[in-house]
């Protein structure tokens, strides 16, 4: 067959293809759609026809077979979201139906892990895991680890990032010392393998020991081994207040000197006297991103984060176990120094002075006990109204009489507007998927609305009502940038030859309706979310389907 045959050939054998993919039905074929693609672009009207998982075609497909067909006029279509810091992949293990506090609010994706990780694990942290929660863990290895979510199946796609703070506590444990350098090797040997395994980076909690206890030399040396397999470096920086400018610096050393890029999880300046620190914040990671330093930035959309009470005492006092100091409170003298101490002192993270030295800033989130279960939702000014008394005297009635969390204002919306007028700047949620079920009958546990509710949050007050930014800008903060971020170059947009995790959605009707009085409820307004082309909500309803992926960094 000659050259020019032997076109004709192919010529007629490709068009024999291209007709017969033309009619063979869709899987799903959803019609008439507002396409809001990702990137930032303008919407426009068109179907998108999904086969095997892909989307395969984007056009005027409505006259074309599909096995189902959803009628998405009026409604925008955007890639599924992608939540920046998601807490645990655990419960996704343990209760599948966790996922729906994710997927209610169009997250498909969502990235796992800060200090701590699921692996590595040893016989230590297993038997600590067992102590403290009475999990029994079966692993050791993210590659085992991966396998047993693949076995049980799950409802969305997870990636995970091996911590820090984990590898330093099977080699060091939580004293806080440096590592020897064998024992610097065997850390960055934990972080190699996690990575091979499939770990999209290295990530830091250093607010909390036993993170905290890490120099930035030892953090380079470990962000050094993930950038070889082509990683990301993840934090929950050391200080997120009055500090935060040194926080950023060194995130920005650590990328720099280990060349890799940076991710500063819940950029937040918080406390009154901090908040002008955010414009400074932002303009630092400018100027870094301008000098060539990849850094990039998420936020959650709420004025409250989430602590333990006990946090308003500083941790010095609870150097010789939280029990012995505890016991003390029931001295007048002993409140009488601590309140003096928390209203006149700085040198430490004090959230009383972050709250503006205002008990009524301070809402109670869970307060254990069940004796004591009715004080949720109600501000520690409000509690001592309540009884009687001053609130110093309620703040340490509570602090003494057990576990409480508690959730202050300690930001202003001037910052999260700021942040999120900013380009680099994703969406959180900053928790791990909760069922509301069983997590209402338990009052230990303390939960966030940002849960349930943080990107339904963004599309409905910081683009319908306040107008902030506009939809197609907040939609790419949930998609294209995080996929780039995480290297999920197959997701995040709606583009031919894309993995099919859609969300399809009424701009005008979706709402979070979580409060911190009721943070167990889910959001609205998310008609149906497709997770590698199989719906999981339909028609606002759960589908039971589970076809979420474990996504393994490709190296």
């Not at 650590?254 to 999880?265: G, M, R």
């Not at 930001?411 to 969406?427: D, G, Y």
């Not at 939809?471 to 947009?493: C, F, H, Q, V, W």
Request: glycine letters at 8%; hydrophobic letters at 40%; proline letters at 5%.
């Amino acid at each position: 067959m000659d050259r020019y045959a032997r076109f004709l050939f192919l010529l007629c054998l490709f068009s024999v293809c291209e007709s017969s993919a033309q009619t063979k039905p869709f899987d799903v074929l959803i019609k008439n759609g507002h396409i809001v693609d990702g990137t930032g672009n303008p919407w426009y009207v068109a179907d998108v026809g999904i086969r095997d998982g892909v989307i395969v075609e984007i056009g005027t497909l409505t006259e074309r077979a599909a096995a189902r067909a959803i009628d998405a006029r009026n409604l925008t279509v955007a890639p599924g979201f992608i939540d920046m810091m998601g807490g645990s992949s655990l419960p996704l293990l343990l209760d599948p139906a966790s996922a729906e506090s994710k997927l209610r609010q169009g997250i498909t994706t969502m990235l796992v892990g800060e200090g701590e990780s699921l692996a590595p694990q040893n016989e230590s942290t297993i038997k600590e895991a067992l102590d403290r929660s009475g999990l029994r863990i079966t692993w050791r290895t993210y590659a085992q680890y991966f396998r047993l979510l693949e076995e049980k199946r799950i409802a969305m796609n997870v990636v995970h990032n091996v911590g820090a703070a984990q590898v330093r506590r099977i080699v060091i444990g939580d004293e806080d010392r440096a590592p020897m350098p064998a024992q610097l090797a065997q850390m960055k040997e934990l972080v190699a393998q996690a990575m091979k395994d499939g770990a999209v980076g290295l990530s830091t909690a250093l607010i909390y020991p036993p993170g905290t206890y890490a120099k930035t030399e030892e953090i380079i040396e470990l962000a050094k081994v993930a950038a070889q397999y082509g990683g990301v470096y993840f934090s929950h920086m050391r200080n997120e207040s009055s500090q935060v400018l040194d926080a950023i610096r060194e995130t920005i050393r650590i990328a720099e000197e280990a060349h890799i890029p940076a991710h500063i999880y819940h950029l937040k300046a918080a406390g009154q006297e901090n908040w002008p620190l955010m414009t400074q914040a932002l303009k630092l990671i400018e100027e870094a991103r301008d000098r060539g330093i990849d850094v990039t930035a998420d936020i959650y959309p709420y004025l409250r984060n989430g602590i333990g009470l006990r946090s308003f005492i500083h941790p010095r006092h609870y150097a010789a176990g939280a029990q012995p100091f505890l016991r003390t409170l029931s001295s007048p003298e002993v409140r009488k120094a601590l309140r003096e101490e928390i209203e006149t002192t700085s040198d430490w993270e004090n959230w009383y002075r972050h709250v503006g030295k205002n008990w009524d800033n301070v809402l109670i989130s869970s307060a254990g006990p069940r004796s004591q279960a009715n004080l949720t939702g109600l501000s520690i000014q409000e509690v001592a109204a309540k009884g009687g008394v001053d609130p110093w005297t309620t703040f340490f009635d509570l602090v003494q009489g057990g576990e409480v969390f508690v959730s202050p204002k300690s930001m202003n919306e001037e910052q999260k507007q700021k942040a999120l007028r900013t380009s680099f700047v994703a969406i959180d949620t900053d928790a791990a998927p909760i069922n509301p079920t069983t997590a209402a009958a338990n009052l230990a546990e303390s939960y966030h609305p940002r849960a349930f509710g943080a990107f339904a949050r963004v599309l409905a007050k910081y683009v319908r009502e306040d107008k902030v930014i506009g939809l197609e800008d907040a939609i790419r903060k949930m998609s294209t940038l995080p996929a780039n971020r995480l290297k999920l170059y197959d997701r995040g947009r709606i583009s031919l030859g894309m993995m099919a995790d859609l969300v399809v959605f009424d701009p005008s009707r979706v709402q979070d309706t979580a409060t911190f009085t009721k943070p167990l409820s889910y959001s609205v307004g998310f008609d149906y979310v497709l997770v590698n082309g199989q719906l999981v909500i339909d028609g606002g309803r759960s589908t039971g389907n589970l076809p979420g992926a474990v996504i393994r960094l490709r190296q």
